[in-house]
């Protein structure tokens, strides 16, 4: 190869350079727009965490910590200037735990130095100036002769948006699943408020107190009328009667039952009190159910729970952690009710008087999933039959809890319960009840749940 050749070789790559310098400057630049955008900071620093270089939303991020905060060398420094820290009087600390937010920035980065991790991320929490809480999220790799820190800051409206979206999904899909068991099942549920106001009605209590005439009314929402105004064919000394039977319930706290006819039909109702944490009665649940109908005492009282215990298991088993989760993040998310915080309650506050209308009622109840066939749920009143503690039956089996004779035979009622798919009667200690299957959205076999008589 001549000079000529080599001279215009050299051109050529030096061509070739000037373009792939020009769009690796065209990249970075979209790099620290797309770093500006997603109000990320990337911070590079030497193996003693003093800043080399930064680039992306570097002071828009510092900025909002810290109006005066200074561009300080040292990235420990610069946090810990920068973080406005939470006081103990902020928020609420679940009792016998940590605190959450309490971290040591310099002893964390310092740890990470001195481990063979590559990476971490360090979640550092803060207020703004008006009382909002934020968090800091610092993540740290260690590179080749340097750290570098990708550095993110989300505020408690990210977290209340997140919750919000995924909670009203859950609300509406247990609201659905809630609405098929209450109005697929074969006895009358309403619940009342303490000013006999109708918070809830299912289809068969609709056909059991309006005539088969009124297809208007048994097709029609009830919720939030007074329970009283529905008895449009009785007289009102009739009328009054049904509700010194629900002034007894509210005023001393124990179960009523009558039979009355109702639209020529004759109907019993049983009223129960749903009592509160002061232990005062501020709900009824009225179960009703024609006096035709056989077997009406055990009946009427495995339908009691039939409509809550699935929703409960779905409950208790999907949601109960996320709950506990909720709790402590809404100490400390926002200290100002908003409307998001407020729908955040509703839902904690909805789940437990689940929980409660479950508790309540005194039948000996369990649930064991499949094909484990371990227990997911036993109330009070199934452990006192059964003479056993919680955590001993708890996530456990027939076979571990009760003798081998009596595990023998529950097993051929549970395979009895699966084959058939209808109510098999089961004995446990003298008490006798039924055990039913309970079948997920698309018909299989998932649970099986037992009920006895007290």
Same mark, same amino acid.
């Given at each position: ?17 000037? +373009? ?5 400057? &065209? ?36 900025? &909002?910590? %810290? ?32 605190? =959450?937010?309490?971290?040591?920035? #310099? ?34 790799? #260690?590179?080749?002769? =340097?750290?570098?820190?990708?550095? +993110? ?8 948006? #997140?919750?919000?979206?995924?909670? &009203? ?19 009358? $549920?309403?619940?009342?408020?303490? *000013?006999?106001? $109708?918070?809830?009605?299912?289809? !068969? ?26 008895? !449009? ?6 009328? %009054?009667? *049904? ?57 009427? #009282? ?9 929703? =409960? ?49 005194? =039948? ?23 003479? *056993? ?6 996530? *456990? +089996? ?41 079948? %997920? ?11 006895? &008589?007290?």
């Amino acid at each position: 190869m001549n000079e000529n050749e080599l001279n215009n070789a050299l051109e050529n790559l030096k061509y070739e350079y000037s +373009k792939l310098d020009t769009l690796y400057n &065209n990249l970075q630049e979209q790099l620290v727009d797309v770093l500006k955008y997603g109000e990320i900071a990337v911070i590079d620093c030497t193996m003693d965490y003093k800043i080399t270089s930064s680039y992306g939303a570097f002071d828009v991020i510092f900025q &909002n910590l %810290n109006k005066s905060y200074s561009r300080n060398k040292d990235i420990i420094d610069l946090i810990n200037n920068s973080v406005n820290e939470i006081d103990d009087d902020d928020i609420e600390v679940v009792e016998g735990q940590e605190p =959450f937010y309490k971290i040591d920035v #310099k002893n964390e980065f310092l740890e990470f130095l001195k481990s063979s991790k590559k990476q971490v991320i360090l979640d550092i929490f803060g207020k703004f100036n008006n009382d909002e809480i934020y968090l800091l999220q610092v993540k740290l790799i #260690k590179l080749e002769g =340097f750290i570098r820190a990708f550095v +993110k800051i989300m505020p408690s409206s990210f977290f209340l948006r #997140k919750y919000e979206q995924r909670f &009203n999904k859950e609300i509406t899909k247990k609201d659905k699943i809630l609405d098929s068991i209450v109005n697929s099942l074969s006895v009358g $549920i309403t619940i009342l408020d303490s *000013r006999n106001r $109708i918070l809830l009605m299912n289809q !068969t209590a609709k056909d059991h107190h309006f005539s088969d005439a009124a297809k208007i009314l048994k097709n029609a929402q009830v919720e939030g009328r007074l329970y009283c105004d529905i008895f !449009t064919n009785e007289n009102n000394e009739e009328v %009054n009667t *049904r509700m010194q039977h629900h002034g007894k319930v509210l005023a001393r706290g124990d179960s009523v039952k009558y039979s009355k006819n109702t639209n020529e039909k004759n109907v019993n109702f049983e009223i129960y009190p749903i009592k509160n944490d002061g232990n005062l009665v501020d709900e009824l649940l009225v179960i009703s159910s024609l006096n035709a109908m056989p077997d009406v005492d055990s009946d009427l #009282k495995i339908s009691k729970l039939t409509s809550l215990a699935k929703h =409960f298991k779905l409950e208790g088993d999907n949601l109960k952690e996320r709950v506990k989760e909720l709790e402590l993040n809404q100490t400390w998310l926002m200290k100002k009710g908003d409307e998001s915080n407020n729908n955040n309650k509703l839902l904690h506050e909805s789940l437990r008087q689940l929980y409660h209308y479950l508790e309540i009622l005194p =039948f000996p109840m369990a649930i064991l999933d499949l094909p484990n066939l371990k227990y997911e749920f036993i109330n009070k009143s199934y452990l006192a039959m059964i003479g *056993r503690d919680k955590k001993e039956v708890l996530s *456990r +089996k027939d076979e571990q809890v009760f003798s081998e004779e009596l595990a023998s035979e529950l097993a051929h009622r549970v395979a009895e319960s699966i084959t058939g798919g209808l109510a098999v009667p089961v004995t446990i200690h003298g008490y006798k009840g039924k055990q039913y299957m309970i079948k %997920n959205e698309k018909g299989q076999p998932q649970h099986i749940m037992r009920i006895f &008589n007290t």
